[in-house]
């Protein structure tokens, strides 16, 4: 049994980046203090954007209107996707009671959070995808107000098709707003948005580390690096397909991983050899992108068996996991790390990126091995409660009293006392 590696990454530096720690420190301390002065002047310089911030009913139906039909339909297609599957999520969650001992009643809700603020990246790519992902799901846990923020273009504001995308989801408030500022002001409720519980979506290393700095005050998603991306293909797998689905993941970005895990050598050598020749036919800056990844990030690792690939994939627990192999089923119970898996050569990260429902706002950097994605888990909190009969409190009293002073916690004895006193 052996593990070969057919291609390695060069190392990632170690080093967090204190540029932009320091960068988004110092944006978000002017906006805490100086509130949307400091964003209109952030949104001026580093979006060249002097418009209204607020879209108006008018600005969002003209918006909406000026999307062609066609682009309409496939968004309302992903988006009846992703609402289904978000529904189904939802009757997973349930609430319960029950009488843990004679005279004791405890339980559990489901409340869903106040406010969330939704990123939707709009930078080199218009993230439609992910004005439907976070905002559907949200409004489908049950949240009653909902900001939605992306980049706006100088001149132009928020691409149509977002807006007619946040609109469709259900979004309360819509600004053109980007970057650190645009997380800031739905972190603080500005222009009328309501302070956010919870923020959530992708964006790059600077709206990443607001997201960061600013968990504690409010909630996040998750803590987000560069998208990734694992193929584990065996020798029933096209050399063409693992290539092409490679090369789209390594399109979005210089710093986006890119990982083979295989049982064939010659399929390996393949896809090695074409992954170059299909980048070269892409458009720029998209070939460029994906030029870099994969000569910089992507690596082919070739194992034995398929229990060591399964194994290596969970080492890695990427992001996205591809599957094209025989015997589905046994990857799907075997496979313990990642945040969505895609199985058998019909279905592609792709699919899950835009369309097919399952939300593509998912744990990176090997945050799989403890946490999932976005889900409408994420906008709900599970509470308790608890009440009980005075003869159940009397006992309850007198147990307590006697382990909280074994641990040193006087206060704590002479509150439970105080129950036996009133039985």
């Known amino acids: 049994m052996a593990v070969t590696y057919l291609k390695t990454a060069l190392p990632r530096p170690d080093a967090e980046n204190s540029d932009i720690h320091d960068i988004v420190a110092i944006m978000l301390s002017n906006i805490a203090r100086e509130g949307e002065d400091a ?8 979006d060249g954007w002097t418009g209204n911030f607020v879209l108006s009913d008018d600005e969002r139906k003209a918006a909406c209107d000026r999307v062609p039909e066609q682009i309409k339909d496939d968004i309302r297609f992903a988006h009846a996707n992703i609402r289904r599957f978000a529904e189904a999520q939802m009757s997973t969650i349930s609430e319960c009671e029950i009488e843990v001992m004679p005279g004791l009643i405890a339980g559990q809700r489901q409340i869903p959070i106040s406010s969330a603020g939704c990123y939707v990246p709009g930078g080199r790519y218009s993230h439609i995808a992910s004005a439907l992902m976070t905002i559907t799901t949200a409004k489908v846990a049950g949240v009653p107000h909902i900001t939605a923020v992306s980049p706006p273009r100088p001149g132009l504001g928020i691409p149509d098709a977002i807006i007619f995308a946040m609109d469709l989801s259900g979004a309360d408030l819509i600004l053109n707003l980007g970057g650190v500022q645009g997380i800031a002001a739905m972190a603080h409720g500005l222009f009328g948005a309501r302070p956010a519980d919870i923020l959530v979506g992708p964006g790059n290393s600077y709206v990443a580390e607001a997201k960061r700095m600013l968990f504690g005050k409010v909630g996040i998603d998750m803590f987000a690096g560069p998208t990734d991306s694992l193929v584990i293909a065996d020798h029933t797998a096209s050399v063409e397909t693992v290539a092409w689905d490679l090369v789209s993941q390594a399109e979005h970005g210089v710093d986006s991983p890119v990982w083979l895990v295989c049982t064939d050598k010659a399929l390996a050598q393949g896809v090695i ?33 398929r229990e060591e690939a399964a194994k290596v994939a969970d080492e890695y627990a990427p992001e996205h996991l591809q599957v094209i192999a025989e015997d589905l089923d046994w990857w799907l119970n075997r496979l313990t790390a990642y945040g969505s898996l895609f199985l058998g050569a019909e279905t592609t990260v792709p699919f899950g990126d835009k369309t097919s429902g399952p939300n593509h706002v998912l744990p990176t950097s090997g945050a799989a091995r403890y946490t999932g994605g976005l889900s409408v888990h994420k906008f709900t909190k599970t509470v308790t409660w608890q009440r009980c009969t005075p003869q159940t409190s009397h006992e309850l009293a007198q147990r307590t009293a006697r382990i909280s002073r074994m641990e040193g916690m006087e206060g704590h004895a002479r509150a439970a006392e105080m129950r036996l006193i009133s039985v």
Not at 289 to 298: L, N, S, Y
């Open 273 to 305: 050899a074409r992954a170059d020749t299909l980048i070269d036919t892409l458009p720029e800056p998209n070939a460029a992108a994906a030029r870099t990844a994969w000569r910089d990030r992507a690596e082919v690792i070739l194992c034995d068996t």
């Open 39 to 46: 964003v209109r002047r952030y949104a001026e310089k580093l």
